[in-house]
């Protein structure tokens, strides 16, 4: 195949070729930045909190008279002696948080009291001896809390728990060289031990700014008497989350009326909390998706309607050159090429205009840098989408009979 | 003359229909991307207020110092009960409000209905007038029943139908957290958002509730209705409960005033550093003052209440319009160029070259047109969608509106115009003479 005939026919649609050009690079920009966009979603998106997501339901209970806190602990636990008794349910806890509620309590351990900055931030949940039971945690190294060592304290209390169970990222954050469990650590200026480690469990928040401690969480064994009310936590038997779902509100309003559960959200299945909590990071996907799917289907229409012109335009010089010798295969890799050629050009630009373009947003939003295999797949599928849009004009191109040189002359 | 070429535009467009569409929905696919995700960034970066709100100022002070700055040295965005109070009481702008997110549960009077949980704030009187809130009954509490901590509350219209139905619910009782309030105003459908006056309280600034109760601050927390927005601590409350929270350095009230003019402002930034001087001299603070005082529009762009998302989303979309229009361009050229017969004919009858220009650029005209009404439909259904996509607390501001309308078609016909503006050029250099020999 030669090249400068086609150089040569490309130089007399300078503006032709030129705006298909253009155009591959801006699409080859927009197509790595929103594919680059989506993987990140997705992978943020699918993170695993830790718990055994399937199974679970999260109850939003608050109080009506506000209740003092000795009082909330009872009704408290009335409340969690009835949820144990619906059929379908395994274990039940209260707590003031859990993994994408996107709201919670956090705090900095250190070695030794009075740190000016703490060694590692953390996630508090509100534990007891049911906690790991129902939320499917996997204890890797210690203890399970006992249902003596369980405290109870007011929302404004100071919290200093005596033990403390953290994760093994936390762990590892602050021990990076042996075994955490039986460590002596400083919370709020209080002593406190590790008394076991458990295998993951995600923070409350799914946004940026815990993005660096997404994993690094503590169950401390102690009871919040919130006279607002808090949640309960209830794992089910495999497949019943639904039917027990239905059940919860009824079964806490017969146990006691002062009280307010959201019909719309106050009883929510695991998934509805995660689509909840990432609602964002999938809309964003979906519309990038949405995008790229737009820009390659307009791109490629592009690249056939103006190569169909082209053939339109040169049905002549084709018949000619089918007359003097030039197979049906000839022709078509002629138009192939030239497409491949044009290409070329688009996506070097596109790279270039790929890269400024994350450079520019990263300066600008909160991004991470683009990777080149996301730059190196974006001018993969253009080039073969260029290929295959040329495909059909360039076959019937190809089709153009010699006789085509003798007419019209 | 017009009518003619509008007549050869549409014969034109007849004669090649698969270019026709493909260009048309190019354009409408293009536009309508760009207008549905601007619809849903109009939505969230629109100024609330915006014939006020370069008046409105927020003050922050810097009563933690140096180890709670965060790291670009901004002082906290909330203040702590002690300095808002004092703020209060020296009552130095025109108008002026402290305020705290309050969730407390309504008890119906009907007793055989479930307690409903609300979310509000306790505010000051001045609060009402200060961000021009519309009563539809009443009015706002006066500064007396601030000072003297009335039972008394204004609620939303949407909690009064639940309550009371359609009556005018003025000078009925409330019950909030087991108490008994007057009500002494009812809201006309008052739901702003960004929910900007309490930005620090509200995680993105947007929500779908609407906010059902306000009560007078001092009655709030007199009756122990606690804050159920964001409580950031530098040093944990020596003592426990909301009484603890209240004399802590803990930071939970948001906090708004009027300034009408320059001199307004600057006498007020020097009265706040003044009372950090103050504090500095009395020992409170050890360290120099470390104010702001931001206008509302600055304030929301500090606090980035504009999701970065919908500004990528935004970013994105204009793109792939840019892309169609290249797109659209290349069609054009060769769409015109295929008629270098007839341009010539028409030169060498006499035609000028301007008369070339408006026939072919009314046609790129005619295809904006086009594009751009399909691209209406494609934005009415991409709005309708966007639902589906984004969260709800962002999607139910985007809405289809006359304005947006008109935007559409305008930048579907202009953008297709200015793709066409080359095209037509090329068409208009084309030689009379050389075409009529080839042919």
């Given at each position: 195949?030669?090249?400068?005939?086609?150089?040569?026919?490309?130089?007399?649609?300078?503006?032709?070729?030129?705006?298909?050009?253009?155009?591959?690079?801006?699409?080859?920009?927009?197509?790595?930045?929103?594919?680059?966009?989506?993987?990140?979603?997705?992978?943020?998106?699918?993170?695993?909190?830790?718990?055994?997501?399937?199974?679970?339901?999260?109850?939003?209970?608050?109080?009506?008279?506000?209740?003092?806190?000795?009082?909330?602990?009872?009704?408290?636990?009335?409340?969690?002696?009835?949820?144990?008794?619906?059929?379908?349910?395994?274990?039940?806890?209260?707590?003031?948080?859990?993994?994408?509620?996107?709201?919670?309590?956090?705090?900095?351990?250190?070695?030794?009291?009075?740190?000016?900055?703490?060694?590692?931030?953390?996630?508090?949940?509100?534990?007891?001896?049911?906690?790991?039971?129902?939320?499917?945690?996997?204890?890797?190294?210690?203890?399970?809390?006992?249902?003596?060592?369980?405290?109870?304290?007011?929302?404004?209390?100071?919290?200093?728990?005596?033990?403390?169970?953290?994760?093994?990222?936390?762990?590892?954050?602050?021990?990076?060289?042996?075994?955490?469990?039986?460590?002596?650590?400083?919370?709020?200026?209080?002593?406190?031990?590790?008394?076991?480690?458990?295998?993951?469990?995600?923070?409350?928040?799914?946004?940026?700014?815990?993005?660096?401690?997404?994993?690094?969480?503590?169950?401390?064994?102690?009871?919040?008497?919130?006279?607002?009310?808090?949640?309960?936590?209830?794992?089910?038997?495999?497949?019943?989350?639904?039917?027990?779902?239905?059940?919860?509100?009824?079964?806490?309003?017969?146990?006691?009326?002062?009280?307010?559960?959201?019909?719309?959200?106050?009883?929510?299945?695991?998934?509805?909390?995660?689509?909840?909590?990432?609602?964002?990071?999938?809309?964003?996907?979906?519309?990038?998706?949405?995008?790229?799917?737009?820009?390659?289907?307009?791109?490629?229409?592009?690249?056939?309607?103006?190569?169909?012109?082209?053939?339109?335009?040169?049905?002549?010089?084709?018949?000619?050159?089918?007359?003097?010798?030039?197979?049906?295969?000839?022709?078509?890799?002629?138009?192939?090429?030239?497409?491949?050629?044009?290409?070329?050009?688009?996506?070097?630009?596109?790279?270039?205009?790929?890269?400024?373009?994350?450079?520019?947003?990263?300066?600008?939003?909160?991004?991470?840098?683009?990777?080149?295999?996301?730059?190196?797949?974006?001018?993969?599928?253009?080039?073969?989408?260029?290929?295959?849009?040329?495909?059909?004009?360039?076959?019937?191109?190809?089709?153009?009979?010699?006789?085509?040189?003798?007419?019209?002359? | 003359?017009?009518?003619?070429?509008?007549?050869?535009?549409?014969?034109?467009?007849?004669?090649?229909?698969?270019?026709?569409?493909?260009?048309?929905?190019?354009?409408?696919?293009?536009?309508?991307?760009?207008?549905?995700?601007?619809?849903?960034?109009?939505?969230?970066?629109?100024?609330?207020?915006?014939?006020?709100?370069?008046?409105?100022?927020?003050?922050?002070?810097?009563?933690?110092?140096?180890?709670?700055r965060a790291s670009d040295g901004e002082p906290p965005d909330?203040?702590?009960?002690?300095?808002?109070?004092?703020?209060?009481?020296?009552?130095?702008?025109?108008?002026?409000?402290?305020?705290?997110?309050?969730?407390?549960?309504?008890?119906?009077?009907?007793?055989?209905?479930?307690?409903?949980?609300?979310?509000?704030?306790?505010?000051?009187?001045?609060?009402?007038?200060?961000?021009?809130?519309?009563?539809?009954?009443?009015?706002?509490?006066?500064?007396?029943?601030?000072?003297?901590?009335?039972?008394?509350?204004?609620?939303?219209?949407?909690?009064?139908?639940?309550?009371?139905?359609?009556?005018?619910?003025?000078?009925?009782?409330?019950?909030?957290?087991?108490?008994?309030?007057?009500?002494?105003?009812?809201?006309?459908?008052?739901?702003?958002?960004?929910?900007?006056?309490?930005?620090?309280?509200?995680?993105?600034?947007?929500?779908?509730?609407?906010?059902?109760?306000?009560?007078?601050?001092?009655?709030?927390?007199?009756?122990?209705?606690?804050?159920?927005?964001?409580?950031?601590?530098?040093?944990?409350?020596?003592?426990?409960?909301?009484?603890?929270?209240?004399?802590?350095?803990?930071?939970?009230?948001?906090?708004?005033?009027?300034?009408?003019?320059?001199?307004?402002?600057?006498?007020?930034?020097?009265?706040?550093?003044?009372?950090?001087?103050?504090?500095?001299?009395?020992?409170?603070?050890?360290?120099?003052?470390?104010?702001?005082?931001?206008?509302?529009?600055?304030?929301?762009?500090?606090?980035?209440?504009?999701?970065?998302d919908t500004k990528v989303a935004l970013l994105v979309a204009?793109?792939?319009?840019?892309?169609?229009?290249?797109?659209?361009?290349?069609?054009?050229?060769?769409?015109?160029?295929?008629?270098?017969?007839?341009?010539?004919?028409?030169?060498?009858?006499?035609?000028?070259?301007?008369?070339?220009?408006?026939?072919?650029?009314?046609?790129?005209?005619?295809?904006?047109?086009?594009?751009?009404?399909?691209?209406?439909?494609?934005?009415?259904?991409?709005?309708?969608?966007?639902s589906w996509v984004l969260p709800r607390d962002i999607a139910?501001?985007?809405?289809?509106?006359?304005?947006?309308?008109?935007?559409?078609?305008?930048?579907?016909?202009?953008?297709?115009?200015?793709?066409?503006?080359?095209?037509?050029?090329?068409?208009?250099?084309?030689?009379?003479?050389?075409?009529?020999?080839?042919?």
């Open positions: 195949m030669q090249i400068q005939p086609i150089l040569a026919a490309l130089k007399r649609h300078k503006a032709g070729t030129i705006l298909i050009a253009l155009q591959i690079a801006l699409t080859l920009a927009i197509v790595c930045n929103a594919l680059f966009i989506i993987k990140q979603r997705v992978t943020h998106l699918s993170r695993a909190t830790g718990i055994d997501e399937q199974n679970i339901i999260s109850v939003r209970n608050q109080w009506v008279g506000k209740p003092p806190s000795q009082q909330v602990s009872g009704l408290t636990a009335t409340d969690l002696t009835a949820l144990r008794q619906i059929p379908g349910v395994v274990d039940v806890y209260s707590t003031n948080s859990y993994p994408l509620r996107q709201g919670g309590w956090s705090e900095g351990l250190d070695y030794k009291p009075n740190q000016d900055h703490s060694t590692a931030h953390t996630a508090i949940y509100f534990s007891d001896e049911h906690t790991l039971g129902t939320l499917g945690l996997k204890l890797v190294e210690g203890r399970n809390f006992r249902a003596d060592e369980i405290g109870r304290m007011d929302i404004r209390d100071k919290l200093g728990p005596p033990t403390i169970i953290v994760t093994r990222e936390l762990a590892h954050k602050l021990y990076p060289d042996g075994s955490a469990l039986g460590k002596v650590l400083y919370l709020n200026e209080n002593p406190t031990t590790i008394v076991g480690v458990v295998d993951r469990l995600e923070v409350p928040w799914v946004d940026n700014w815990a993005s660096q401690w997404a994993e690094q969480s503590t169950l401390v064994p102690v009871r919040l008497a919130m006279s607002i009310g808090g949640f309960y936590l209830i794992r089910t038997q495999p497949g019943q989350v639904d039917s027990v779902a239905k059940q919860v509100s009824k079964t806490l309003y017969g146990v006691n009326r002062m009280r307010v559960i959201d019909p719309k959200d106050g009883v929510q299945s695991f998934s509805q909390v995660r689509a909840k909590a990432y609602a964002r990071d999938r809309g964003m996907a979906i519309l990038m998706g949405v995008v790229c799917v737009v820009l390659l289907a307009i791109t490629a229409a592009g690249i056939v309607g103006l190569t169909s012109f082209w053939v339109g335009q040169r049905r002549k010089q084709i018949g000619v050159r089918r007359a003097l010798g030039a197979t049906h295969h000839d022709i078509l890799s002629y138009f192939l090429t030239e497409n491949l050629l044009i290409s070329l050009g688009g996506v070097i630009i596109g790279a270039l205009l790929a890269i400024g373009m994350n450079m520019w947003m990263v300066s600008q939003f909160e991004m991470a840098r683009l990777s080149p295999t996301y730059v190196l797949a974006g001018v993969v599928v253009l080039l073969l989408l260029g290929q295959a849009a040329v495909l059909a004009p360039a076959l019937r191109a190809s089709r153009v009979p010699p006789v085509e040189a003798t007419r019209s002359v | 003359m017009f009518g003619y070429y509008l007549e050869l535009a549409l014969r034109s467009l007849r004669r090649s229909p698969g270019l026709t569409a493909l260009m048309v929905l190019t354009i409408g696919f293009g536009v309508a991307a760009s207008m549905t995700t601007y619809s849903v960034f109009r939505a969230v970066s629109g100024d609330p207020m915006p014939w006020k709100s370069s008046k409105l100022f927020v003050p922050q002070i810097d009563m933690w110092g140096p180890s709670g909330a203040m702590d009960y002690t300095d808002a109070m004092k703020l209060m009481r020296d009552h130095r702008a025109k108008l002026q409000s402290a305020m705290y997110e309050i969730s407390p549960s309504v008890v119906p009077a009907d007793a055989g209905k479930h307690p409903i949980h609300v979310s509000g704030h306790a505010v000051y009187s001045e609060f009402f007038p200060m961000l021009d809130v519309p009563f539809k009954f009443g009015s706002s509490w006066s500064a007396d029943d601030d000072a003297q901590r009335a039972a008394v509350a204004v609620i939303s219209s949407k909690l009064s139908q639940k309550l009371f139905g359609d009556a005018n619910s003025v000078g009925k009782t409330v019950n909030v957290e087991g108490k008994d309030y007057r009500v002494v105003g009812v809201l006309n459908e008052w739901n702003p958002q960004p929910r900007f006056y309490d930005v620090v309280n509200n995680g993105g600034g947007f929500s779908t509730d609407f906010e059902d109760v306000f009560l007078p601050f001092q009655t709030a927390v007199q009756a122990s209705i606690r804050n159920d927005g964001n409580t950031d601590c530098n040093a944990t409350p020596a003592e426990s409960g909301f009484l603890g929270l209240q004399h802590s350095s803990c930071t939970w009230i948001a906090y708004m005033a009027e300034l009408d003019d320059a001199a307004a402002v600057t006498t007020y930034r020097q009265y706040l550093d003044g009372y950090a001087h103050d504090q500095q001299q009395a020992g409170r603070f050890g360290w120099a003052p470390n104010n702001r005082l931001r206008n509302l529009p600055q304030w929301l762009d500090y606090k980035h209440v504009v999701p970065s204009l793109g792939l319009l840019i892309a169609c229009l290249v797109n659209t361009a290349g069609l054009l050229l060769a769409k015109f160029l295929r008629r270098s017969g007839e341009i010539g004919v028409r030169r060498a009858l006499g035609a000028p070259r301007l008369a070339i220009y408006t026939q072919f650029l009314t046609e790129a005209g005619m295809i904006g047109l086009a594009g751009g009404a399909l691209g209406l439909l494609l934005t009415g259904m991409g709005v309708a969608s966007v139910s501001l985007a809405r289809v509106d006359f304005s947006l309308l008109v935007l559409t078609l305008l930048v579907s016909v202009m953008a297709t115009t200015l793709a066409g503006l080359y095209p037509t050029y090329r068409a208009a250099c084309v030689q009379p003479a050389w075409q009529l020999k080839s042919n």
